[in-house]
């Protein structure tokens, strides 16, 4: 190997040396072209040649494999084929015993053989600062290569390699604007001043995924208490998440996953389920919600306690009962729990509690209530029971219920009130003694002389029949009469004076005419006495 390396080194040396001899008047050696540029493995035709005005000897010294292609006077053309690696050949030449040679320099190029941008996080939170690294293997030349680190088509960053392999970095702060971009490396093999070209080779993109998840824990509603065989609703929610559609939410009682519905709106998230309490999961249980983003989650408990809490069993010995019969009034609840009965003694108050209760006419639709209260988490529950007591009586005819004598005036509007107090409810009516006419009870009416009377109330139900004397008294002022009256004795008077006062007229006619005719007597009397014969 280190003599290999001589060896490879020794046209060089040669080169270098001839480079510092020639003086002036000497025969020079050209090499054609003295730089180049070509791709790894390719092939290039060199011309060597001298100066010398003699013929001169003219070669090619080179590691490389070399076939002669042609030659001329003073020159020669080789190929050299397979070109792998840079270097510089030297053409030498023999002239007049005197050597001199020129070194070429020969480029190789190559793309890279691969461009690797290291894998991403698959999720980055927003605001971290996330670096890109990109690997570029192999190729050449290196001072013509360059990696571009790219943020879909956005310059990143763009820089030289120097090295092989070599890492280039970028850092840049990820933004939501981030999100599922696609993140690239790509290698620039810039040959443009060689008169080559541009040459791109680009990694595997990789895409980024952002997200926001608040560092405060969801609200997590829960009733707390709940029941056993009823349903409570559980809410959960947090906000400001990004992208909200991607995040996850989960909401478990215990170990038994719930089903919630999910609703997204703008930037929050809210899970709703409805737990049903069963028998078995008795106790103290943990309700759990949890937010996932990303590869973080958010996650929160509360305690819910699942009680069994029955009703108070109230009962009635009977609950349809005759008047002046004992009724038992019994309430029965969980243990644990304490009762208080409606109507019971006061007393010392238990799980359980009843009395004994004469029925009277006033416990009819009597309601018993039962109250029962127990302490579950610290939290007072309570739960009640009626039930509604019939008693059996009557029927009922009071002073209050129907009055006895009831006085109105004629002419008035009035309503006759009569009830009847009985349960069952009894049938009524007031019928008049002797003609047996019915009184219109409950109804408005115009009240007439015709009402008066005694009337006799009748109540009847299964239970009995019970009767009741009304007295109705009508009062009226008969000035109908004292009008007649006055007439009549107004047209007496006045007829009476009318005929006094004919008959005076009729007398005082009669006795004038009386005396006219004495007087015709009396002077044919005297007419006689005067003419006698
Ligand atoms: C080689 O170079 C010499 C001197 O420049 C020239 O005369 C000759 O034609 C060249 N040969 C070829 C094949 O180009
Ligand atoms: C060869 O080179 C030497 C000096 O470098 C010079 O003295 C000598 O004259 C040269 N010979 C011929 C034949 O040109
Ligand atoms: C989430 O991913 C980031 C980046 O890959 C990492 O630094 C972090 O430790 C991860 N967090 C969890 C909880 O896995
Ligand atoms: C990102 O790359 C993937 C896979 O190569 C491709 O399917 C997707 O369309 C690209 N997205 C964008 C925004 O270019
Ligand atoms: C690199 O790019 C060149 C042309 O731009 C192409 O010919 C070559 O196959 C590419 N290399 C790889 C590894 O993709
Ligand atoms: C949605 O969010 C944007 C920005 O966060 C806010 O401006 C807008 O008022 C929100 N809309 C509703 C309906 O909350
Ligand atoms: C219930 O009360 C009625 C009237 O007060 C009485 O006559 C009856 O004897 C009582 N019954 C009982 C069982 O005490
Ligand atoms: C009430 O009665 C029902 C049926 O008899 C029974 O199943 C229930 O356990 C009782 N409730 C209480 C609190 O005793
Ligand atoms: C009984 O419980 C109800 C709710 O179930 C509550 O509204 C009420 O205030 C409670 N009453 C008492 C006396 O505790
Ligand atoms: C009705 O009133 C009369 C006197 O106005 C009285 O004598 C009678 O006792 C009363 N009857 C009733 C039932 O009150
Ligand atoms: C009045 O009531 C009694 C008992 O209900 C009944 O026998 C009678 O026929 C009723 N009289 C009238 C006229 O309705
Ligand atoms: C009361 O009036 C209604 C109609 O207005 C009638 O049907 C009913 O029989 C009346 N009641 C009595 C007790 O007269």
């Known amino acids: 190997m280190a003599l290999g390396g001589v060896l490879r080194t020794l046209p060089v040396l040669l080169a270098l040396l001839g480079a510092l001899l020639p003086g002036p008047g000497e025969a020079q050696t ?22 010398c005005d003699q013929k001169a000897t003219v070669g090619l010294e080179t590691p490389l494999t070399k076939r002669l292609v042609t030659r001329g006077d003073n020159w020669i053309v080789y190929e050299l084929s397979n070109v792998g690696r840079d270097s510089k050949p030297i053409c030498f030449s023999n002239c007049n ?8 320099s020969l480029t190789v190029y190559w793309y890279p053989d691969k461009v690797e941008l290291a894998p991403l996080p698959s999720w980055q939170p927003v605001g971290e600062k996330l670096t890109l690294s990109c690997q570029v293997f192999g190729g050449a030349p290196r001072n013509h290569l360059s ?12 820089q030289q390699m120097d090295g092989e392999p070599t890492k280039v970095t970028a850092t840049l702060l990820v933004g939501r604007s981030d999100h599922r971009v696609n993140f690239s490396c790509r290698s620039e093999l810039d040959l443009r001043t060689q008169g080559l070209g541009l040459f791109k080779n680009t990694s595997a993109p990789y895409q980024l995924q952002t997200f926001v998840l608040p560092s405060t824990l969801p609200k997590l509603v829960t009733p707390g208490l709940l029941e056993t065989g009823t349903e409570g609703t559980v809410e959960c929610s947090l906000d400001g998440l990004f992208p909200v559609l991607e995040a996850q939410i989960h909401l478990a009682l215990g170990d038994q996953r719930l089903n919630p519905k999910i609703t997204y709106k703008n930037e929050s998230l809210l899970a709703k389920a409805f737990v049903k309490a069963n028998a078995e999961e008795k106790g103290s249980q943990q309700l759990t919600c949890a937010v996932i983003l ?3 989650s958010r996650q929160i408990s509360q305690r819910v306690t699942i009680y069994s809490f029955p ?20 309430c029965k609840a969980h243990p644990g729990a304490v009762v208080m009965l409606s109507g019971a003694p006061a007393g010392p108050l238990g799980w359980w509690a009843q009395f004994l209760l004469n029925a009277s006419a006033e416990d009819n639709r009597r309601i018993f209530s039962c109250h029962a209260t127990m302490k579950v988490d610290g939290q007072m529950l309570n739960k009640t029971q009626t039930q509604e007591l019939h008693v059996l009586y009557g029927p009922r005819l009071d002073k209050t219920d129907c ?4 006085t109105w005036e004629e002419g008035s509007q009035q309503t006759l009130r009569c009830q009847a107090q009985g349960n069952p409810s009894p049938q009524l009516n007031c019928s008049r003694k002797g003609d047996g006419i019915l009184l219109p009870i409950g109804n408005l009416s115009y009240i007439t002389r015709n009402l008066m ?13 019970i009767t009741r004397e009304v007295f109705i008294k009508v009062l009226y002022s008969d000035h109908q009469t004292s009008v007649v009256i006055i007439l009549v004795t107004a047209i007496i008077v006045l007829g009476t004076v009318g005929i006094t006062a004919y008959l005076y007229n009729r007398q005082r006619k009669i006795k004038k005419y009386k005396l006219q005719e004495a007087q015709k007597v009396a002077s044919m009397k005297l007419n006689t006495q005067a003419t006698p014969p």
Not at 311 to 330: C, F, I, Y
Request: hydrophobic share 30%; aromatic share 4%.
């Open 453 to 465: 009377g005694t009337y006799i109330c009748r109540a009847v139900s299964t239970r009995g029949e």
């Open 147 to 158: 990696a571009v680190l790219l943020r879909g088509d956005e310059v990143l960053s763009s």
């Open 311 to 330: 009703e108070p069993n109230l009962t009635l010995s009977k609950a349809e009962v005759s008047e002046g019969t004992e009724v038992l009034v019994h």
């Open 403 to 406: 009055p006895g004598n009831w």
């Open 97 to 104: 015993n005197n050597q001199s040679s020129v070194g070429a």
């Open 294 to 296: 990303g590869n973080q």
């Open 30 to 51: 050209f090499v054609s072209p003295s730089k180049a540029m070509l791709p790894r493995g390719g092939s290039l035709q060199i011309n060597c040649s001298s100066s």
